[in-house]
């Protein structure tokens, strides 16, 4: 039997079981009516905007594939045209498929996790948020396996390739991946940022009523804003990296076809498969004991998780990469320990427990502006550990494989670390999307006027849902970074180039284009939630104005016009941001060729991850700075208790809501944009020689 | 006659000149009798401080210097050992000299300028502040190049070496300045934020009193502060890259030894040196009619040395460089034109009249967390068009330089432009410290009670010598990043490698570090204010409560002491971030050797400039917007003036409050930081190899 059937069937299965938690998630009871109504709401406000969201997203990307196809036509290069547009469509369509299945199952579990909640039954409310959020990450993971898998099949059993042909002929399947993933991100962070800051705004500060109050009309915009961009976006973000890393370890699985053959190919994608059933496994064995942190039992399954990993890497190393296989197996180690590095350090930087979050606390007794200093002293501070990690875990890799005396098995070696790192992907996003669904059911309960005992449920399970959201964040970070070497090497590969010369001018400015675009997306990004919660603002000011029995309560707000304002505004403002992020590579490639292109690629990812790394912690480190006063237990210089209601927390929500185009709008964008570049290249490179 | 002599002659007959100029405004009228209690008081703060912190830099430099030399010892070269650790305290001893002198005529201005405007003599008051400033441009100009050109001579003339080995020689004495450099920008940036903060906390916002309030006790040491951060700190800035850019350029001046002989290796100094003349004429005929705008006479006198000095890179380039000369000719120009781009576009982008302050000051609007989010934004995007600007102007030089045939002549193209960029350094360092020496006399007129017609005046330059503070960081960043490809050619050309190729594992590792370092440095620069403006409000906090007099009046508070608790507090917060900047490279170049040390040094001078960029121009932006509301010509959204003391102008003083470290400690240290590297990598090369 070929292996390639194992990824493939696995991904088949993979699909069936993700079918058969959505059967059991929807079997699990309702909650009171009260909750269906707002539960209906944030479900057809989630499904209106990634209706809204795909169609432009397909648009650009149909444009985007015509464009892929006549520039290689008109080169003279027809069929690399045709097999790299349709791939490119083909990415993504699962992508767009992957991402709407599993948002929907999130939205649709909201309201049952509230209705657990109200049984005060914390371990099926646990059990059914991660399941949930399992069907997307398993969806995602499987549905990008299977699009890889289906495509070699096609090229090398139908249509007779040679094996070693097609992974450069299917990077257009992770082109359209990323390209999705970018758009899905930006589109969903804009979104969820701008109606955030908009109800907060407004509602909070301006007319005095607390957050999810049923009175503010942008209340369902917020939380239809924590499905679009936590959810589906980071779904499209992994469900990229899946198909991208994949597709870049077995372009340089290539090289070592004279040591394994076609197993050389396709191990990246077996120890995906194997990965996939171990987080499936992780995820169904979480359960959590009566009163004990839901995040330990959650930590539980990430172990078990890692655990069967380990014991995947083994087995798959040692069935298919010869009698050298410790050495991979020792590659494949270092990414697993990466993972779990990635996670320690985030929380180090993100949890109040320890002095990062502390300065910034200590940083807001003296106003605002020290707070907001305080915090980007550590977001700053915060890249020198993980960059430190990641060159470790990289040098590491690299040696390992080289040890193995296999022609070109450094770099392999960093690509099974990154397939290590990426097979826990599963879980990781399982944890991910526990935190909007988590966060909806408060919304939910908080709105449906529950009881005081149900709330409390709902809350302890949305401050696990914020710490596992910082988490994965840390995680994709370092996938992206550990992939990015993997992936600028398939790169020069696949443009013939062996050298990457810095001190050569174009190359140089190449570089320095490179590391400008990632300050000039941000800024773009940055800029488009605030012109999106500009909108939103004038919504809401204009239905408390027209509306005056929406404050008394006597008049019902119009949520659903809210939605849509916020809906066109994100995905007007997501366009140029985007558009830049492919203009700007493309132009450089075109104008100073291939040797600059891989400079650009190459300082665009350092500093991609550097401010991504910067963005996401210090937004997390400054929503946790905020929540620590708030729980009344900081003591300022002086003596005195600062919590709630005070200057202390005044200046410390400055920094929350700074923080949040950060961590959920730049920062995570900037994951996806670091692989977009990659895979817009190697697409691109052809054109650039 | 050998024409090293030129810039021998010239730098010595500068000096005399500045002598000359010293003479002249020590022989202008003092101020009152209030006035001059106050000056006395600044100049024995700044004098303090300055001796302490160069004591300070004085033992670093005695142990760095000695490690030099062990280390060159141990190696078995013991001769370039001698003449690197020499040659590096020279230039530490040269450095220390330019500052304390040029600073020290700085002090000495401010009550002078105060009393000219006591007498309502705009003129007057422009010329002395212009022309005091213009001592220590010249001196620090001047200065380097005699440092230069006097080891030239000497290793020539007196101790007979080859020309050509010369430059590699005397790279010591570029590193020497920078290591002063870095610690002089860094502990006056520090001294002055962390005393401008700590005044404003509890002067301005706990007590209530206004800025440059006598009652306040650390009004005082917020003076020396404008002092010892702008004027001291600039100018070891210029010193180093006035030493490092022509020590540079020479050593790629030795690679055409085959086509111009000594005169490729000199005419980098040559250019300097004339260039300074073109400076001192631009300063003498600045001269303000009744009534204009102070820097309408300022941007003449500019205009007047960027006249003389395309002049003189005719002359030199003609004179020198043989019958290709033209080609030599144009790079210089870019180097010129590329000195006004970056000069307009931090005008853009800092000035209230153009879109981005707008931007921030509709930001705050809506309250201080959106006029972060608004400047954070504005100083990302303002990265784009001068790293394009620099794409440009290196992309032009180099072609330029190319089309004249000469090997190697595109990289001597780009050094052409560098000194053509440098040569009107002296001019614009007058205009720099023209800054503080307004602020002082500003700040001495309001703590003498002079007149209101007196005030005017001084607000009047004070406004202009803030926008000559971006202006001169502008083109610091400009210079330093047009002469770092010059000195990052000239490191290759001393490690003998021929590439430096990104797609090598420990080059890639080496650039990402470089990159981290950074952030991390901006993170410890950052935290380094908080922890020393801590102190200071503490210390006047202390002072407020056991003197209670000192609010009413009847007692007078310690300046001193707040002078001193700041000196002691940012000396000893220098040090660490100063150390990390000199450890991370130097054990990056152990480990992973000379070629990783040149991806280190060339992606951390990329992601450096990026950063400067982001924090010179969102501080001034943020100031700006601030300065802009406080004028009353704001109306907000509703229609309405929202000026001083509404909430509009305390979210904008927020944004101001951020800005301050960000444009005056950490980004002029990130200038610095980054020509440190340049000359740390070449003096150390021979270790890496």
């Keep these: 039997m070929n292996i390639v059937y194992y990824p493939l069937g696995i991904s088949i299965a993979g699909l ?111 059990q059914l948020a991660l399941r949930s959020g399992a069907v997307s990450g398993i969806m995602v993971t499987a549905l990008s396996m299977l699009g890889v898998a289906a495509l070699y099949v096609l090229y090398t059993s139908v249509l007779h390739f040679d094996p070693r042909e097609v992974p450069d002929i299917i990077v257009g399947f992770g082109f359209g991946a990323s390209f999705v993933a970018l758009f899905a991100q930006l589109g969903g962070g804009i979104y969820t940022k701008a109606a955030d800051v908009g109800a907060d705004l407004v509602g909070k500060v301006e007319a005095g009523i607390p957050e999810d109050d049923p009175r503010n009309p942008a209340v369902i915009a917020d939380l239809v804003g924590d499905n679009v961009g936590d959810c589906a976006g980071r779904g499209a973000d992994i469900f990229e990296s899946t198909a991208a890393e994949s597709i870049g370890a077995m372009i340089l699985g290539v090289a070592l076809y004279p040591f394994f053959q076609e197993k050389g190919i396709l191990v990246p994608l077996i120890i995906n498969a194997f990965g996939l059933i171990a987080s499936i496994i992780g995820v169904m064995t979480v359960r959590v004991k009566s009163n004990e942190d839901p995040m330990k039992a959650l930590n539980r399954g990430f172990y078990v998780s890692l655990a069967l990993a380990t014991a995947v890497m083994f087995f798959v190393t040692q069935s298919f990469l010869g009698k050298e296989y410790l050495w991979f197996f020792g590659a494949g180690m270092v990414g697993l320990a990466m993972s779990m590095v990635f996670v320690w350090l985030t929380q180090y930087y993100t949890d109040h427990k320890y002095r990062p979050v502390q300065e910034i606390v200590r940083g807001s007794e003296t106003g605002p502006a020290t707070n907001i200093i305080a915090g980007l002293a550590v977001g700053f501070e915060n890249t020198a550990l993980p960059i430190i990690a990641i060159a470790a875990s990289l040098f590491g890799a690299f040696k390992l494989g080289e040890a193995s005396g296999v022609t070109d098995g450094g770099l392999f070696g960093t690509a099974i670390a990154t397939m290590g790192m990426l097979s826990t992907a599963a879980y990781i996003l399982a944890m991910d999307n526990f935190g909007p669904i988590t966060d909806n059911a408060g919304g939910i309960v908080e709105m449906s006027g529950a009881s005081d005992e149900t709330r409390e449920i709902t809350e302890r399970l949305d401050a696990v849902g914020n710490t596992t959201k910082a988490l994965t964040k840390g995680y994709a970070v370092g996938s992206a970074a550990l992939a990015a070497f993997l992936l600028f090497s398939a790169y020069t590969k696949v443009a013939k180039i062996d050298i990457v010369d810095l001190s050569k001018v174009p190359v140089f400015i190449g570089a320095m284009l490179g590391g400008m675009l990632v300050f000039l997306f941000s800024a773009l990004a940055l800029r488009a939630v605030g012109k999106t919660a500009g909108y939103i603002i004038e919504e809401v000011r204009r239905q408390f104005r027209e509306k005056p029995g929406i404050m008394q309560g006597t008049e019902k707000p119009d949520y659903g016009r809210a939605v849509d304002i916020t809906t066109g505004g994100a995905l007007r403002n997501m366009v140029f941001p985007g558009v830049i992020a492919i203009v700007v590579p493309v132009a450089t490639g075109l104008i100073f060729r291939a040797e600059a292109a891989a400079g650009f690629l190459m300082v665009a990812t350092i500093v991609g991850i550097l401010m991504a790394l910067v963005m996401n912690n210090a937004g997390g480190a400054w929503d946790n700075a905020k929540k620590f006063i708030e729980s009344g237990k900081f003591i300022d210089s002086k003596g005195v208790i600062q919590g709630k209601k005070t200057p202390v927390h005044a200046a410390a929500v400055v920094g929350d809501t700074v923080g949040d185009p950060f961590k959920d709008t730049a920062g995570p964008s900037l994951h996806v944009l670091i692989k977009l570049l990659s895979t817009l290249t190697l697409v691109l490179a052809p054109l650039f020689m």
């Design 16 to 126: 069936l079981f993700s079918l058969w938690l959505i059967r059991r998630v929807s079997a699990s009871p309702e909650g009171t009516e009260g909750m269906t109504k707002v539960a209906t709401a944030i479900r057809e406000g989630a499904r209106a905007f990634l209706r809204r969201q795909y169609r432009t997203i397909g648009i650009l990307a149909i444009v985007l594939g015509v464009l892929i196809f006549v520039t290689y036509a008109f080169t003279g290069k027809f069929a690399v045209g045709v097999q790299t547009g349709t791939a490119f469509l083909f990415g993504a369509l699962c992508s767009g498929i992957a991402g709407f299945t599993g948002m929907s199952v999130s939205v649709r579990a909201n309201s049952k996790v509230a209705a657990a909640a109200d049984r005060k039954d914390m371990n099926s409310a646990l």
